[in-house]
Nanobody, 121 residues
Framework: QVRLVESGGGLVQPGGSLTLSCAASGSILKIVTMGWYRQAPGKQREPVAIITFGGTTNYADSVKGRFTISRVNEQNTVYLQMNSLKPEDTAIYYC???????????????WGQGTQVTVSS
């Protein structure tokens, strides 16, 4: 029905950069928003950056000015460019879309499996 393929996670030193990508495919009617969320050990999952179909973006205060979210390829692919990474950015990053499917025409959230980002010296 829907598939979210994430890539780009890994280990990076503080101050370094990393780019995450997420491609959505399947029996999708429309994707209203695409975004990235993260969850650190012992913490609640939190939104990092979200982009709408029209291109409007929203960022968490903790990443504003350092991260950039973009959406391309007919709105089915989302990227998260992460610069000036800090140890506190260490978390599992999840791709999420708010979308309707052919089999489920109402708008719902669909999540990727997550990718680990570790910022350490």
């Amino acid at each position: 029905q829907v598939r979210l393929v994430e890539s780009g996670g890994g280990l990076v030193q503080p101050g370094g950069s990393l780019t995450l990508s997420c491609a959505a495919s399947g029996s999708i009617l429309k994707i209203v928003t695409m975004g990235w969320y993260r969850q650190a050990p012992g913490k609640q999952r939190e939104p990092v950056a979200i982009i709408t179909f029209g291109g409007t973006t929203n960022y968490a205060d903790s990443v504003k000015g350092r991260f950039t979210i973009s959406r391309v390829n007919e709105q089915n692919t989302v990227y998260l460019q992460m610069n000036s990474l800090k140890p506190e950015d260490t978390a599992i990053y999840y791709c999420k879309i708010w979308a309707s499917l052919i089999t489920v025409p109402t708008l719902r959230d669909y999540w990727g499996q997550g990718t680990q980002v570790t910022v350490s010296s």
